[in-house]
Nanobody, 124 residues
């Protein structure tokens, strides 16, 4: 069982930055790759960014390329999402998630475990 706890959300003005954290714990963390999703009110959960299962490659949604960066600290079992140049359309609840080997990184169905989410609100 993997436990994920997000933090770092809040209210920021358009053009500002936020850094989200996801602390992971569990006996088999090495068997999972991490990703971030967002869900705006009334919309489906959408892919934001993710790590490849091995090798350290990263993937991003087109809407956040060049503005968001996913990173990790293996020693702390923590994954981060640095969000720069925020826009009002980035307003959503952000979730981190863990997926096992062979599952697609870009769909929520590919993920086995989810955090509780952290709210990000961007004012224009």
């Amino acid at each position: 069982q993997v436990q994920l706890v997000e933090s770092g959300g809040g209210l920021v003005q358009a053009g500002g930055s936020l850094s989200l954290s996801c602390a992971a714990s569990g006996p088999t963390l090495s068997a999972y790759a991490m990703g971030w999703f967002s869900q705006a009110p009334g919309k489906e959960r959408e892919f934001v960014a993710a790590f490849a299962w091995s090798g350290g490659s990263t993937y991003y949604a087109d809407s956040v390329k060049g503005r968001f960066t996913i990173s990790r600290d293996n020693a702390k079992n923590t994954v981060y999402l640095q969000m720069n140049s925020l826009k009002s359309e980035d307003t959503a609840v952000y979730y981190c998630a863990a997926r096992s080997f062979g599952k697609r990184y870009s769909t929520s169905r590919g993920y086995d475990y989810w955090g509780q989410g952290t709210q990000v609100a961007v004012s224009s």
